[in-house]
Structures are given as C-alpha cells and as structure tokens.
C-alpha cells in the first residue's frame, strides 16, 4: 500500500472497521466513532467523549453522538458523527457541514432547557447528554464542537469562534483527510497555521536572538495577553505539545495565582509570571517601516512550558471576564527545521519543564519502558496457535501508526512476510496496554474514566516502578501483559454477542472492565489465587473454564453497574467513581468451580516475579559489559563527548579508566557509575547507538 494515497488509506480504514464491527458485535456507526474520538483526543480536539447517539429527524430535529464536561476549564465538548457506508471516499459539502452544526446547535439549545430534560425518558443516551448539560449549564462557559465524518469535506475554512447560548463556540472539522494526515505524522504534532496578523490586528512586534547560518532560529515576543486567549480559544489543547497536554488533561486545576493576578494586577503579569517556552516550524515575517520585524503567521506553534499559563488566561477571560488588555507574557520561541522537529521539540519539553518539575510519566511517549516493551515484542514469537502452523508475535505500538508504517514498507513479499510474523490481530498499543493493566489492578473506575486519564495514572505508576527497579519491566512481564489482552479482548466479544447485551445494548466498556476486575479481586482476597496467565500465554486464547466463569459474571456486573444510587442518574459517571467500584467489588456474586482449573497461587505469581526481576538483572549487567567491550575502541571519544556536555564525576571518570584498562569485569560501583553516565547522555539527547553503532 501507498502510505500517502487517500483512497488506499480509506480502503484499509473501512475493511478495520469492518472486521472490528463483526468481532466486537457493535454497529459500524460505534466502531467509526470510537475510532475518531481516540485519534482526536490524541490529536488535541477534544478530550475523551463519551458515546452517546442523540437525535430526532425532522422538523426542529437534533443531533449529537457524543460529549464531555470539563467543570474545571468551564468547556463542553461535543460531537457529532456523519457515517457514510460506501466503499469509496465520499465527499461532504459546506451544506452538509452546516446541516450537521445546526443539528449540534439545536441540542445545546434544548438540553439546558428543564421542559426538554424532563420530557426524557431517564434511560438511554439523549437523556444521559441533556442532562448532564443541564445539571451543570451554569460551568459551562465554551462550546468546543467537532464533526467526524468519513468522507472528504470539499471546503476548507480557517476555524472561527461564533455563539452559541452566549458561548464562544468553535467547530472542528475532523474528515478523513485530517485523520489520514495525523497517521501520516506518526506522533508529529499536526500542521497548524495561525494568521497572527489577522488576530492581533497587525504583525507580532520579535527580536531575533540568534546568529546566521544554523537550522535553528530563535525570537524573543511580548505576547498581548487578548492575542494568546484568542489562538487557545480557537485551537486549544492542539497548541500543546502532546506530554504538556496529557499532563494538563490529569490536573485540571487552573492555576489561582495567575488568576488573581490578571483579576487584580494585570500590569504586573509580565513581571510575576514566567512566560511561555514554545516551538514552530516556521514564521512568516514582515519588517516594519521602523526595520522591527514582526510575525504575520506560525506554521505548527507547540506550547512545550506554560500551558497552565495559557489555559488560566483564556480560564480568566471566559468565566471571570477579565479584562487582558493589560496582560502581556513574554515568550521563547523556538523555529526548529522540520526534519528536525520529531528530535528537537521532545528535549525543548524535557529541559524547559525542569524548574516547574513535571514528572517523568508526563514524558512518557518517549519512556524508556515503551522502548523495552518494543524491544521484547520484536524478539519473542509466541506459541502457536492450535491450528496454527508457525508461531507470530505481539506488536507493541509505542508510536500510533508504527505498525501500519513498517507493514507499507518493501517489496509485496517483504510485506506478507511482516503480516505473517506480526498480524494485524496481535498488535497491542500503549493506551490500550494502560486499559488492560488497570483493569488488572483493580481500577476499573480509573479506565471507565477514559483513555487519556487511564493512560496518565499507568503512566505515574510505571514510571514509579521503573525509578525502583527496571528490571521489574521483563520478558515475564510481557508475557503476562498479553495474557492479560487476551482476557479482556475475549471478554469484550464474549459480552458484546451475548443475548442480554443485544437485547439492552450500552455501557460495554465499563461492564468488560468491572467484569475482569471483580474476578481477579474476588480471587485474590477470598483464595488468595490469581489467573494462570501462563496459561493463557501457552495457548494463545482464554481457557473454557474462564469463558464460562466470566460469561455468567458479566450480566450480574452489568446489573449493579445500571443501577446506581437515587441520587445519580448517569450510569457513564457513576462508573467513573470509586464509589462505583466499591459497591461492586463488595457484591458476593458466585463463582463456578471450573474456576479452580485455571488459577494459580499468588504466592507462587510472586516468586515467579521475584525470579524474573534477578534474572533480567544479571541479563541487563551482561549487556552493559557487552556494550562496553564494544564502546572500549572508542573510549578516548566517548570520553571526550561526556566531558563536552560536563558530565563527568570523579566516580564515572574512574570508570572509564577502569573500562580502557581491560572493559570487562568491573565492579559494582564501577558498574553503576557509567550506568548513571549513560543516563545522563540519554538525557542530554547523546544517542550512542547512532554515535557509535553500539546496539
């Protein structure tokens, strides 16, 4: 396949769709959805929608299919689905677009209307959006919507804020040229060109800061305060580079000092706060009539330190209108080659984020865990499927695209030889491994929560355990980690085809994970036993007892989860809350004894943990003397790089005297000097591999 060809891209985009449509036993309409919604969330559009089909025809008709509430930031967000089944890339016109805006409209007029919300039958999706709208109308303070659709729209507009109920409202056009150009990024940010001329009225006064002949360019600016809420309030979390934004949606919290300082000292911002550090790919520059120059437009502005800064001030102008006339922030801006941009911008993050620490799990995209799971995927094939002449392996998707990139690549018998060895089946992505592994942990109301806020807590958590021990992170670990896929992905179909699902349709992704989740707690505080994932492993499917057992479970799960307490009338956010959890963990539901069959000791699970953890210890100090046997002939040089970025202690300079004397057999602490060395490189953006051709 032609990666950059539309047409194929569509073709392969449907037939997903459709193989996902039949295995999962959901309407393509969902399918489509769920699939646009995850892409946008990444991409900065919208934050994590529930589903939620929403419409009447006719006269006076309305139309959403999904929404979200975020009382923090005063937004609600919004959506609306326009399916098409053909087999060929339909296109969409401006009537169309405006059909289905009209129709988002309407339902924002009628939910914060109480005759409308009490009209509704309290079961089923309208009633769950409108009333959630209405319950927290007075919050809500912006209107972000977007339309998904699988066809091409033929107009191609800037986005421009209007009203609605007295609302700034921006709509966002997500067709299928915008999410095949995001799988074409491959985790880039998306191009965005902000007209800086046509908002600020005139070009943004900058001073240069750097020298000739470099792909790198600097500028200082003084960004009007009215400017900066103007760009945010039309491109949103887009402006932020991916870690900022992913640490932002998980503490939403805005920031009251920056408020009180624009509600009270205006003219003292610019002086109390620490501005903005961002990056682009390019500028279009004017000079003025007085030789200043000044900014007409950015191509791809990414906001890597002062979201919060960026986000209290749009906050303040919205809900407090404040008056910004007086606000200004100063900002770095980085304008960085676009060859460059995938290995500039991530550091740019790191390094400006290091005063205001954000964790590592902000930077996660990029954790040496992910590259490990890669690393293990790539190298271990597993068993054969009954059936099955060879064995494949798991795919682990660090990067969205990863996949679908390499399998494009080569000749037509390189490519079937990479689907055989990796089918599209067996491939697992890292938000979805953060699904899994919550669900393992017992925290089904953190994934009910939605992909991104599930992702970040994994995130926190792995990045915890990795600065206590890496080797945690090891082939056992791996093994048990698609067990655990393949579990809750037989469990999702299993559920979806069941006749009591087909017959009260809803709610699938928070009964799969209650499901799982209640099996394992109940095993391991009533028999203090845990699911034979070795099993799973060896056999590459769930065993027939644990069918059974999760068949008769999921319809009493569902049960509980669909009647929540009196007082809450959504069942999408009484599963969000621990409270939810707590009442069903507390249900003594009977478990068959086929269960016994497929179960092992936790006592056991835990030396077999232990094993795994000392084993890849001596397995990672064996690589480490490998590699320095290899990095000996070029230690005069690796020295001289360690001291150009002024790493060296007198601990790691001991080290490498230690390593061009004989480079093996060193001893702890030695070994753990140049471990800490290495990191810090890796930290500083020194790539060895590439330096030295070390593996």
């Known amino acids: 396949m032609i990666t950059n060809d539309l047409d194929a891209t569509y073709s392969e985009f449907r037939n997903d769709m459709l193989v996902e449509a039949e295995a999962s036993g959901e309407p393509q309409e969902s399918v489509f959805f769920t699939a646009m919604s995850e892409l946008a969330s990444e991409n900065g559009d919208c934050t994590d929608l529930t589903y939620t089909p929403a419409r009447r025809d006719g006269p006076g008709g309305f ?38 805006y009209a129709r988002m409209r309407k339902f924002c007029e009628l939910a914060v209307q109480s005759e409308f919300v009490n009209s509704l039958e309290e079961t089923g999706p309208t009633f769950e959006a409108a009333y959630q709208i209405y319950r927290r109308r007075a919050s809500i303070k912006r209107i972000r919507g977007v339309l998904f659709t699988n066809a091409r729209i033929s107009m191609r507009k800037k986005v421009a804020a209007v009203e609605v109920l007295n609302r700034p ?10 999410y095949h150009d995001i799988l074409e990024s491959r985790g880039k940010p998306e191009p965005i060109e902000i007209d800086v001329a046509e908002l600020n009225g005139n070009p943004l006064p900058c001073l240069e800061a750097h020298v000739g002949g470099s792909d790198y360019r600097s500028y200082l600016v003084v960004m009007p305060g009215e400017l900066l809420a103007k760009i945010y309030g039309l491109y949103g979390p887009r402006l932020l580079e991916q ?28 002086a109390f706060n620490n501005g903005l550090t961002a990056t682009a ?75 205001n620490r954000i964790s590592e799990a902000d930077f996660f995209s990029s954790h040496p865990f992910h590259v490990e799971m890669e690393r ?22 660090r990067v969205r695209g990863q996949y679908r990139d390499l399998l494009a690549r080569g000749s037509a018998s390189d490519r079937r030889k990479f689907g055989v060895e990796f089918p599209r089946d067996r491939t697992l992505q890292k938000t979805d491994l953060a699904k899994y592994q919550m669900t393992f942990d017992c925290k089904p109301y953190v994934v009910s929560a939605g992909a991104q806020k599930c992702f970040l807590a994994f995130a926190e958590n792995v990045s915890k355990t990795w600065d206590k021990s890496p080797d945690h992170f090891n082939e056992e670990y791996f093994r048990r980690a698609i067990a655990r896929t393949i579990i809750f992905r037989c469990t999702d179909r299993m559920i979806a085809r069941s006749d009591w699902y087909q017959a009260d349709r809803g709610y699938k992704a928070n009964i799969v994970t209650y499901t799982v989740a209640y099996l394992v707690n109940r095993l391991a505080k009533d028999r203090n036993l845990g699911l034979d994932l070795a099993l799973v492993w060896k056999f ?53 004894d086929r269960i016994d069959t497929v179960t092992v000791d936790l006592a056991q699970v835990i030396e077999d943990t232990r094993d795994a953890i000392k084993t890849r210890g001596i397995d990672r100090t064996i690589e480490l003397e490998t590699q320095l046997l290899r990095l000996r002939e070029h230690i005069d040089d690796f020295e001289g790089i360690c001291r150009k970025h002024r790493l060296l202690t007198p601990k790691s300079a001991r080290a490498i005297s230690m390593v061009r004397r004989s480079g093996i057999g060193l001893g702890k602490s030695d070994l753990n000097s140049i471990k800490a060395l290495l990191a810090r490189l890796e930290n500083a953006g020194v790539d060895l591999r590439e330096t030295f051709g070390l593996q």
């Open 243 to 270: 870690n900022v934004r992913t640490f932002l949606q998980a503490r939403t919290k805005v920031n009251r000092g920056i408020i009180q300082t624009i509600d009270k000292s205006p003219e003292m911002f610019f």
């Open 281 to 355: 790919a390019g500028l279009k520059l004017e000079t003025g009539s007085d030789g200043t120059a000044g900014i007409k437009s950015i191509r791809d502005l990414q906001i890597v330190n002062g979201g919060q800064t960026t986000a209290s001030i749009l906050y303040s102008h919205d809900r407090n209108k404040a008056d910004l006339s007086s606000v200004f922030v100063q900002m770095k801006l980085s304008v960085v080659d676009a060859d460059r941009i995938e290995e500039v911008v991530p550091l740019v993050s790191r390094f400006a984020n290091t005063q």
């Open 540 to 592: 590459q499917e769930v065993p027939d007892e644990l069918k059974t057992v999760l068949a008769d479970l999921a319809p009493k799960v569902a049960t509980i989860i669909k009647k929540p307490p009196s007082s809450i009338k959504n069942v999408t956010e009484y599963a969000k809350q621990q409270a939810c959890w707590a009442h069903v963990s507390r249900a003594d539901l009977c478990l068959s």
């Open 63 to 100: 139309r959403i299919d999904g929404y979200a509430l975020d009382d923090d930031r005063g937004e609600l967000h919004l959506a609306v689905s326009d399916f098409r089944a053909e087999r060929e890339l339909q296109t969409a016109n401006a009537d169309s677009v405006a059909r289905n």
């Open 169 to 178: 409202f921006t709509l966002n056009l997500f067709d299928f040229q915008r």
């Open 376 to 397: 293990i995927s790539r190298r271990i094939a597993a068993p054969a499927k009954a059936g099955s002449l060879a064995p494949s392996k798991w795919f682990y998707e």
